[in-house]
């Protein structure tokens, strides 16, 4: 996780920008976690501390990073401009819009889950079957919002498994739209 001090392609701030983007783009930081203490994280990235608040504050500026009322820099949300024309397009035509849509589900969870059961780590299968756990534990006091919840963290469990960023960051922007089929769904 190391960055080097100076690199041929920009400055130590830039360097450290660009990893931690990499953390977030890759899905080990997620969209409203908190980064680690300041001291903790220049040290796991072997950078001071100014060269990694001035790395902060670029990701900031492009909206990557917010900090929160406490103090806590977090990890922004990604994305909504995919999702804002396809809300719409639901909610004003959701008869013809809907089987179009689950049939994009469909195709992409094939293939996210294929991508999964290649390329998921150890730490990957760990949160896969926690998220299986949670999803039998809420089943017993019939709870369908638990469930819900329990079913869409073990979808995103499966896109971020899946190693592809491209497929990992579209799914979670739609994400919300999942939670609220999911959740219907079970109702």
């Known amino acids: 996780m190391r960055v080097r001090e100076a690199t041929r392609s920009g400055s130590a ?7 931690i983007e990499e953390l977030i783009l890759e899905g080990s930081l997620r969209p409203g976690e908190a980064l680690l203490p300041e001291r903790e994280l220049a040290g ?6 100014p060269t990694l608040r ?59 889950s294929s991508l999964a059961a290649e390329r998921a780590n150890e730490v990957d299968r760990a949160l896969l079957t926690a998220c299986m756990e949670r999803i039998d534990r809420a089943h017993i006091p019939a709870d ?5 919840e329990a079913d869409v963290d073990l979808h ?24 609220t089929g999911v959740f219907y769904n079970r109702e």
């Open 144 to 148: 369908a919002r638990d469930e819900a």
């Open 54 to 112: 001035q790395g902060v504050k670029l990701l900031e500026e492009r909206g990557l990073l917010q900090s929160d009322a406490g103090g806590a820099t977090l990890v922004g949300e990604l994305g909504t401009s995919i999702t804002d024309p396809l809300v719409a397009l639901l909610a004003e035509r959701p008869v013809e819009i809907i089987d179009d849509y689950l049939e994009f589900r469909a195709t992409v969870e094939r293939m996210a």
């Open 13 to 19: 701030a830039e360097a450290t920008a660009r990893r």
């Open 156 to 179: 995103v469990a499966v896109y971020e498994s899946s190693h592809n960023i491209v497929l990992l960051h579209i799914m979670r922007t739609l994400a919300g739209m999942l939670r």
């Open 44 to 49: 796991r990235l072997g950078v001071s501390r």
